[in-house]
């Protein structure tokens, strides 16, 4: 433990604390007993998506080491995903495959998310989160949900991009 505070700190550290914080993110209890997020095994992927989406719009126009801190995150995102399709006990020759339609799904939901977003079309951001997370489904917790990630996606775009990448990303409500 105490060596700990000697070692070098490494390249990835950022990477994780940024994924980590997206994940705790994602598990927030509102996300599921406010709003109606399915809290499934789909229902978390859908809202570790939607966060990852966010960090991912926050970076797109940033060049050099914020491209490849984003492509460090997604790499991580989907080797996590990886380990919990084993873990769940998806076979090794059924892994690829799943982990191809969660990349689909995911770059899904980050076009149409930028879409509405930078359109700055609410009902088209409640329909992408309608279809993605929520089945079709429509109502006032679909709404909520719109709601909290344009407040998000404003909280990420007040952070400096070089305090994002260096592991500290700060989501509104959140300590």
Same mark, same amino acid.
């Given at each position: 433990?105490?060596?700990?505070?000697?070692?070098? &700190?490494?390249?990835?550290?950022? !990477?994780?604390?940024?994924?980590?914080?997206?994940?705790?993110?994602?598990?927030?209890?509102?996300?599921?007993?406010?709003?109606?997020?399915?809290?499934?095994?789909?229902?978390?992927?859908?809202?570790?998506?939607?966060?990852?989406?966010? *960090?991912?719009?926050? *970076?797109?126009?940033?060049?050099?080491?914020?491209?490849?801190?984003? @492509?460090?995150?997604?790499?991580?995102?989907?080797?996590?995903?990886?380990?919990?399709?084993?873990?769940?006990?998806?076979?090794?020759?059924?892994?690829? &495959? &799943?982990? &191809?339609?969660?990349?689909?799904?995911?770059? =899904?939901?980050?076009?149409?998310?930028?879409?509405?977003?930078?359109?700055?079309?609410?009902?088209?951001?409640?329909?992408?989160?309608?279809?993605? !997370?929520?089945? =079709?489904?429509? =109502?006032?917790?679909?709404?909520?949900?719109?709601?909290?990630?344009?407040?998000?996606?404003?909280?990420?775009?007040? @952070?400096?991009?070089?305090?994002?990448?260096?592991?500290?990303?700060?989501?509104?409500?959140?300590?």
């Amino acid at each position: 433990m105490i060596l700990s505070l000697f070692r070098k &700190k490494t390249a990835a550290e950022p !990477v994780y604390a940024v994924y980590s914080a997206i994940v705790a993110q994602s598990r927030q209890p509102r996300l599921y007993a406010d709003w109606h997020v399915p809290d499934t095994v789909t229902g978390r992927f859908d809202m570790i998506s939607l966060h990852l989406a966010l *960090l991912f719009r926050r *970076l797109r126009a940033q060049s050099g080491p914020q491209k490849d801190f984003s @492509q460090a995150v997604f790499d991580l995102f989907f080797k996590d995903m990886d380990r919990s399709l084993r873990e769940m006990g998806a076979g090794d020759l059924g892994v690829p &495959k &799943k982990i &191809k339609k969660m990349g689909n799904i995911f770059f =899904g939901l980050l076009a149409a998310l930028n879409e509405a977003m930078d359109r700055d079309d609410a009902a088209a951001l409640e329909a992408v989160l309608a279809r993605n !997370v929520f089945d =079709g489904e429509t =109502g006032p917790h679909v709404e909520a949900l719109a709601t909290y990630v344009l407040a998000q996606d404003r909280a990420l775009a007040t @952070q400096p991009a070089d305090s994002i990448t260096s592991g500290d990303i700060r989501f509104e409500g959140t300590a």
